[in-house]
């Protein structure tokens, strides 16, 4: 295949999924210019297993993702047809918004960003290998001979690297939805030394709506509350379509046991590693055998289809078998099978070859992000993407590298979990993952990203004016409650009354009042001449003041943890000089080259007494000595 230069960019972007996509809008926002190659164009931002995005921790990466300027959470909000917050009993930590999405209708207003964006271009092809010269890449060639020169290129792949369908016994080459595989950039990457694992995820059936007996199944609607998850959206979808909850039944888990051999998973056929927290209805049945059933969800695809995502029966077992599973779920028993599930296993990198802005500590300019670096989902991914889009802008811009840590948001927890720890099998977020959930919440989202997303000229002028003026009223508010008394007064305890509450004996500061669990913002600005202030402010206002010595305590954890991330570990270290070092600790700290002493104590492997001596070693200035 005769070779031809194609152009010449300061970003390349490799795959346009959910992480490519904010990679390349982060990095032409900035004004890098950009190049985002696809194997097709018309699979952009497609979604091969759930159409939803966000739930719990997921929602906040979408939200902190568009407080940076990203673009999932306003297309979400455009194209969804039905939203839910969940978890509206519990605290404001473990609030979380979720959008059943109209799939086709994501992908297209998603491609329709792409190619009115600035500094942005649009290709289709195949990149087969990474040019890199001394350590350093250059740029890549294509299937077709086309050699794109860049100064710093991304890869978001996904889960097309080698990529294998799985249904019973049988198996063959492909990505997602039967698309073509990347085989030969997986084997470059292998080439170039990079350490690979083999992942497997699954999908459930698809059914076509038409057969489906919804008398016999529970109705799941939307809120009647307008959300969105953009802090731009002022626009909201009102029309919006229920999904459906059914079960298993005792006859849907004596067919997995009569079939179970023929499951890939336990048959050997599959080799990869699935998801621990989103596994097939074989392996619940087989794990959860003491639960009678299982919820099933039936999630419409979008407006225009007829067809149904079963959420919950997830499954790679032969055709003919997921056909009896299906009719033996009630209200599916005369169901149609549009698409048979399935399990795909592909290649990911070992993510503790990257350093926390993403990047190849193997290839200089190289940055990976999304499911290659073994996340699954698509909220991981796009998190992931917009970092990496930033990072490799920053470094062609000369910028300074942006590191967001584990107090600054989800997508902190995420990075620094992939870089320090590693992952064993598809990794997902959770709120257990982070430490400060507490502060990293979906209503203040903008709250913590805002000023480094405008420092990176990622959001407009005018959306910072907002943001400045929602924070000024915030803030004044919270000093206004906190300065006024509140007597009691036959008015007061009629709404104190009304409230639950125990009535007052003296008089009180507003503030005071709201911290009482009973009462709320409404409730106080009754009582006062408040000013009239959006849900949004009034939200964030009662929130900081209720949880104000919760809120403070997270806030000196941060401190600490702060002071132990300024403790640097310088890059020229010897970890075989320090002794007293276990060997184990020594052999990670080797392959993860922690930044900082914070980071390193984060690191599997890595004990107590290893740090104490990593830091003595550091703070006595032998390192110094020893790079002299």
């Excluded at 229920?242 to 849907?252: G, V």
Aim: with cysteine; aromatic share 6%; net charge negative.
């Amino acid at each position: 295949m005769p070779q031809f230069e194609a152009g010449t960019f300061d970003v390349i972007v490799v795959g346009a999924g959910h992480a490519g996509v904010e990679a390349a809008l982060a990095s032409s926002r900035m004004g890098a210019e950009t190049l985002v190659l696809s194997m097709n164009l018309d699979m952009i931002a497609f979604m091969p297993c759930n159409p939803s995005i966000g739930g719990p921790a997921k929602g906040i990466v979408v939200r902190e993702i568009d407080a940076l300027g990203g673009a999932m959470g306003r297309v979400i909000d455009k194209t969804h047809i039905q939203m839910r917050m969940l978890n509206t009993a519990k605290g404001p930590a473990v609030r979380a918004l979720r959008a059943q999405a109209d799939k086709v209708l994501y992908q297209q207003e998603m491609k329709r960003l792409l190619e009115e964006a600035d500094n942005l271009s649009l290709h289709q092809g195949v990149v087969e290998k990474l040019i890199v010269e001394e350590g350093t890449v250059k740029g890549l060639i294509t299937q077709a001979g086309g050699i794109y020169r860049a100064k710093t290129v991304i890869i978001t792949t996904g889960t097309f690297l080698r990529g294998e369908i799985i249904i019973g016994d049988l198996r063959y080459s492909s990505g997602p939805n039967n698309q073509q595989p990347s085989i030969k950039l997986a084997e470059n990457l292998e080439e170039l030394g990079f350490e690979t694992v083999r992942f497997k995820t699954g999908t459930p059936p698809r059914v076509n709506s038409k057969s489906i007996d919804y008398s016999k199944t529970e109705i799941q609607p939307g809120d009647d509350q307008p959300r969105a998850f953009s802090f731009e959206t002022t626009e909201f979808i009102l029309d919006q379509l229920p999904c459906w909850l059914t079960y298993t039944t005792s006859e849907t888990h004596e067919i997995i046991d009569r079939n179970l051999h023929l499951s890939p998973m336990y048959s050997g056929m599959a080799k990869g590693t699935g998801p621990r927290y989103c596994p097939s209805i074989e392996d619940k049945i087989v794990r959860f055998s003491d639960k009678p059933r299982h919820q099933i969800f039936l999630e419409p695809e979008g407006r225009n289809t007829s067809e149904v995502y079963v959420q919950g029966l997830s499954t790679s077992l032969p055709e003919h078998v997921q056909r009896q599973l299906i009719a033996s779920v009630p209200g599916l028993e005369k169901a149609e099978m549009m698409r048979a599930g399935y399990a795909i296993e592909y290649d990911a990198i070992v993510p503790t070859q990257l350093w926390p802005t993403l990047e190849s500590k193997q290839i200089v300019n190289l940055y990976t992000a999304g499911q290659i670096n073994g996340t699954s989902g698509y909220e991981e991914a796009a998190g992931q993407g917009i970092m990496a889009g930033i990072n490799a802008a920053a470094k062609v811009l000369g910028k300074e590298e942006v590191i967001l840590s584990r107090s600054d948001g989800y997508i902190g927890v995420l990075i620094d979990d992939l870089v320090t720890k590693g992952t064993s099998e598809p990794y997902r977020l959770l709120t257990s993952r982070a430490e400060y959930r507490l502060l990293l919440r979906h209503d203040n989202a903008d709250l913590r990203l805002t000023e480094l997303a405008h420092s990176l000229g990622l959001i407009s002028e005018e959306r910072y004016a907002r943001f400045l003026e929602k924070k000024q009223q915030i803030d004044d508010e919270i000093a206004r409650l906190r300065s006024f008394m509140i007597k009691p007064t036959a008015e007061v305890q009629a709404v104190i009354q009304e409230a639950a509450g125990s009535e007052l004996k003296d008089g009180i500061r507003g503030a005071d009042l709201l911290k009482r669990p009973e009462m709320h913002y409404g409730m106080i600005a009754r009582l006062t001449e408040a000013p009239e202030l959006s849900e949004e402010v009034t939200e964030q206002v009662e929130i900081q003041v209720k949880y104000e010595g919760y809120i403070e305590k997270s806030l000196q954890q941060v401190e600490k943890l702060k002071k132990m991330e300024d403790k640097k570990i310088p890059d020229a270290i010897d970890y075989d000089a320090i002794s007293g070092i276990a060997t184990e600790a020594r052999g990670k700290l080797k392959q993860v080259r922690p930044l900082s002493i914070a980071q390193a104590s984060r690191i599997s492997g890595v004990n107590p007494a290893d740090i104490s001596i990593l830091l003595v070693y550091i703070e006595q200035g032998r390192i110094a000595k020893i790079s002299s």
